[in-house]
C-alpha cells in the first residue's frame, strides 16, 4: 500500500515533526508544560493529519518505531525547557502490546536526560481492556520509575470507573465533547462537574481538554479544574515557537 511505503519513508527521512500544545493551570492560566502531537508533510500530499496515518502506523507494525522516535524527540527537546516544564505523550495500545514499552522509556529517559517527573504518559481506555496483568505490570513500572500516567479521552469509550481503581492514574483529561457541550448542555456540564468531583476525592489531576471559549474557561474555573488545554489557551506549536513562548516575561 502506497501509504504504508510512504509512512516507512517518512521515518527514514525526516518528514515527521513533534508539535507542542500548552497545557495550563486553570487557576493562574500558567504553561505548566506541553502535549507532543506528531506532524507529517507528505512531499507531494503536504500535511497528513494524525487522525488518518496513526492508524495505519498501528495495522503495519510501525508504530513501535514511529512512537519510540515521538517519544525520543520529545524528550529530547523538552529536557532542554525550564526544569518545570512537563512533556505529555500520547501511547498506542499497539505500543503496550509490545513487550519492551517499559525499558524503551527508560532507557529514552537515561539516554535524553529527562527526569522522570517531567514525563507524563497518556494512555487511552483502550489500553486497559486488551492485557490487564500486564498493562498492570507496565503502569507499575513507569510509577516507579516517577513517570507520571493520564488517562486520556475520558467518558468516551468504554470508560470504567474500575480502571480508576486498577490502575495507578495520577491525571484524568476530560474529553472535550463534554467540554464542547457544556455551555449548552446541562448534563454534560454535571458529568464535568462529577468528574471533576471524583478526581479531586481520589486526588487525581483533572485536566479538561479542547478549551476554545472564554466561557468554558470561566465555567472550568468555577469548578475549580485543575488543568485545561485548547485552542484558547494555546494550538499545539512547532519547537521553535514553544521556545519563545517560554521566553515571554509573565
Ligand atoms: O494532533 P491531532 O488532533 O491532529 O491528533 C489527532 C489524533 O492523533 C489524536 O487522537 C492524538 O492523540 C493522536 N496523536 C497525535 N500524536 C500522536 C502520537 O505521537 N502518538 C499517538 N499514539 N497518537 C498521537
Ligand atoms: O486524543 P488527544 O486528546 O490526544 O488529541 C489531541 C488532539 O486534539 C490534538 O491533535 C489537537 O490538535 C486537538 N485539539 C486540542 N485542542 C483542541 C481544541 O481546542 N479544539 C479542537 N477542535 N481540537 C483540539
Ligand atoms: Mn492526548
Ligand atoms: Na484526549
Given at each position: 500500500r502506497l501509504l504504508e511505503r510512504d509512512l516507512r519513508q517518512a521515518l527514514a527521512t525526516n518528514q515527521l515533526e513533534v508539535h507542542y500544545q500548552p497545557l495550563v493551570?486553570?487557576?493562574?492560566?500558567?504553561?505548566l508544560g506541553f502535549e507532543a502531537l506528531v506532524r507529517w508533510t507528505h512531499p507531494e500530499r503536504g500535511s497528513i493529519s494524525p487522525a488518518e496515518f496513526i492508524p495505519l502506523a498501528e495495522e503495519s507494525g510501525l508504530i513501535i518505531p514511529l512512537g519510540a522516535w515521538v517519544l525520543r524527540t520529545a524528550c529530547t527537546e523538552a529536557?532542554?525547557?525550564?526544569?518545570d516544564k512537563i512533556i505529555a505523550v500520547n501511547l498506542s495500545p499497539a505500543q503496550f502490546r509490545h513487550a519492551d514499552l517499559a525499558r524503551e522509556v527508560l532507557t529514552i529517559l537515561d539516554e535524553t536526560g529527562?527526569?522522570?517527573?517531567r514525563l507524563e504518559l497518556e494512555i487511552t481506555e483502550g489500553v486497559l481492556i486488551d492485557d490487564t496483568d500486564r498493562t498492570l505490570e507496565t503502569l507499575n513500572t513507569f510509577k516507579e520509575a516517577g513517570v507520571r500516567i493520564s488517562l486520556d479521552d475520558?467518558?468516551?469509550?468504554?470508560?470504567?470507573?474500575?480502571y480508576l481503581q486498577r490502575f495507578p492514574f495520577d491525571k484524568i483529561k476530560i474529553d472535550r465533547s463534554f467540554i464542547w457541550e457544556m455551555e449548552k448542555n446541562p448534563d454534560s456540564m454535571s458529568i464535568v462537574r462529577a468528574v471533576i468531583a471524583l478526581g479531586r476525592s481520589l486526588r487525581i489531576t483533572v485536566t479538561a481538554e479542547g478549551v476554545e471559549t472564554q466561557e468554558q474557561l470561566a465555567l472550568l474555573q468555577n469548578e475549580q479544574c485543575d488543568q485545561a488545554q485548547g485552542f484558547l489557551l494555546?494550538?499545539?506549536?512547532?519547537l521553535r515557537d514553544v521556545g519563545k513562548l517560554l521566553a515571554e516575561p509573565r
Amino acid at each position: 500500500r502506497l501509504l504504508e511505503r510512504d509512512l516507512r519513508q517518512a521515518l527514514a527521512t525526516n518528514q515527521l515533526e513533534v508539535h507542542y500544545q500548552p497545557l495550563v493551570d486553570c487557576d493562574q492560566v500558567k504553561v505548566l508544560g506541553f502535549e507532543a502531537l506528531v506532524r507529517w508533510t507528505h512531499p507531494e500530499r503536504g500535511s497528513i493529519s494524525p487522525a488518518e496515518f496513526i492508524p495505519l502506523a498501528e495495522e503495519s507494525g510501525l508504530i513501535i518505531p514511529l512512537g519510540a522516535w515521538v517519544l525520543r524527540t520529545a524528550c529530547t527537546e523538552a529536557a532542554a525547557w525550564p526544569d518545570d516544564k512537563i512533556i505529555a505523550v500520547n501511547l498506542s495500545p499497539a505500543q503496550f502490546r509490545h513487550a519492551d514499552l517499559a525499558r524503551e522509556v527508560l532507557t529514552i529517559l537515561d539516554e535524553t536526560g529527562l527526569p522522570p517527573h517531567r514525563l507524563e504518559l497518556e494512555i487511552t481506555e483502550g489500553v486497559l481492556i486488551d492485557d490487564t496483568d500486564r498493562t498492570l505490570e507496565t503502569l507499575n513500572t513507569f510509577k516507579e520509575a516517577g513517570v507520571r500516567i493520564s488517562l486520556d479521552d475520558f467518558g468516551t469509550g468504554y470508560s470504567s470507573l474500575s480502571y480508576l481503581q486498577r490502575f495507578p492514574f495520577d491525571k484524568i483529561k476530560i474529553d472535550r465533547s463534554f467540554i464542547w457541550e457544556m455551555e449548552k448542555n446541562p448534563d454534560s456540564m454535571s458529568i464535568v462537574r462529577a468528574v471533576i468531583a471524583l478526581g479531586r476525592s481520589l486526588r487525581i489531576t483533572v485536566t479538561a481538554e479542547g478549551v476554545e471559549t472564554q466561557e468554558q474557561l470561566a465555567l472550568l474555573q468555577n469548578e475549580q479544574c485543575d488543568q485545561a488545554q485548547g485552542f484558547l489557551l494555546g494550538r499545539p506549536l512547532p519547537l521553535r515557537d514553544v521556545g519563545k513562548l517560554l521566553a515571554e516575561p509573565r
